[in-house]
């Protein structure tokens, strides 16, 4: 056994860019972009109060827990019915804008480069 022919080409072309989406084909890229947008924009949460008895894990919109960070409440998942609801991104200052394919080629080549 050795490489598919489509693995072979990419090397014998010499192209990094075909040998990357071999190994990352542009379904998965899809549904990377899918899935961010639904997680940013779509997905409805609220802000946990102290009684809350959800049964998920909280997330929290800081990381930096040991900077000199203002910390905010956990969000948590909820039913687009729920009084308090939002979504994770806030339209206070810009306007969000779709995750695509070719933005996530993008991110992927500054990481790598």
Do not use: M
Not at 7 to 28: D, G, H, I, M, W
Not at 30 to 58: H, L, R
Not at 83 to 108: A, E, M, P
Request: hydrophobic residues 30%.
């Amino acid at each position: 056994h050795g490489p598919s022919s489509s693995a072979l080409t990419a090397c014998k072309n010499r192209s990094l860019s075909e040998l990357f989406l071999y190994f990352q084909p542009v379904k998965v890229l899809e549904d990377i972009a899918k899935q961010t947008n639904k997680y940013g924009n779509e997905d409805w949460v609220k802000f946990a109060s102290a009684t809350s008895e959800c049964t998920s894990e909280p997330e929290y919109d800081s990381e930096h827990e040991h900077e000199n960070v203002v910390h905010r409440r956990p969000l948590l998942p909820c039913s687009k019915k729920d009084k308090d609801k939002r979504h994770r991104f806030q339209h206070n200052f810009k306007s969000w804008r779709d995750d695509t394919v070719g933005y996530i080629l993008v991110f992927l080549g500054v990481i790598i480069f």
